[in-house]
T-cell receptor
Framework: GAVVSQHPSRVICKSGTSVKIECRSL??????MFWYRQFPKKSLMLMAT?????????EQGVEKDKFLINHASLTLSTLTVTSAHPEDSSFYIC?????????????FGDGTRLSIL | KQEVTQIPAALSVPEGENLVLNCSFT??????LQWFRQDPGKGLTSLLL?????REQTSGRLNASLDKSSGRSTLYIAASQPGDSATYLC????????FGQGTRLTINP
């Protein structure tokens, strides 16, 4: 079964709306989670690292005020797309797990397809 | 900066064939290399993980190899089936992953 749960799976909303996406680790505690973005027929691009109890670390070019990340517990990280516009439409995926020099893979959620009208 | 490239971008083969997907990376200082499967509109399913100290991993009909010195990995799929149709992504890193653009595989019945 899934070890990382992401919700909602699909969102359609009007321009200017803020949208919150949840990512939960189900079977383990995750001090670190990751948020990726995927454009159609493109690969995944890391947006930010979500750190439990502290500020997220954003990749270059990602607007931290546009994509708010909160990691308030060891099993939940949220990504809020603030004042979303059509160019924010994309597929957003979170992941958790995996440690350097370990044989534990990263586990991914099923993704959230965000469509801004 | 690590860059990951996958060739071919798309592949279509008849059912039953054995096939190889290729992945190359520019920086050989990697922790792990992972192969994923992505079905249309879905998230990622981890297929195989190869640690930097390993050279290959096998799971059922899948075999992944890793050659760090040449910056290459291959995913071998034996006796392909229509259900294997999906996009296959390779990624390097431990937690922060750098992905290739994927190979879209179609197995024709």
């Amino acid at each position: 079964g899934a070890v990382v749960s992401q919700h909602p799976s699909r969102v359609i909303c009007k321009s200017g709306t803020s949208v919150k996406i949840e990512c939960r680790s189900l079977d383990f505690q995750a001090t670190t989670m990751f948020w990726y973005r995927q454009f159609p027929k493109k690969s995944l691009m890391l947006m930010a690292t979500s750190n439990e109890g502290s500020k997220a670390t954003y990749e270059q070019g990602v607007e931290k005020d546009k994509f708010l990340i909160n990691h308030a517990s060891l099993t939940l990280s949220t990504l809020t797309v603030t004042s979303a516009h059509p160019e924010d439409s994309s597929f957003y995926i979170c992941s958790a797990g995996g440690e350097p020099y370990s044989n534990q893979p990263q586990h991914f959620g099923d993704g959230t397809r965000l469509s801004i009208l | 900066k690590q860059e990951v490239t996958q060739i071919p971008a798309a592949l279509s083969v008849p059912e039953g064939e054995n096939l190889v997907l290729n992945c190359s990376f520019t920086d050989s200082a990697i922790y792990n290399l992972q192969w994923f499967r992505q079905d249309p509109g879905k998230g990622l399913t981890s297929l195989l993980l190869i640690q930097s100290s390993q050279r290959e991993q096998t799971s059922g009909r899948l075999n992944a190899s890793l050659d760090k010195s040449s910056g290459r990995s291959t995913l071998y799929i034996a006796a392909s089936q229509p259900g294997d149709s999906a996009t296959y992504l390779c990624a390097v890193g431990a937690q922060k992953l750098v992905f290739g653009q994927g190979t879209r595989l179609t197995i024709n019945p």
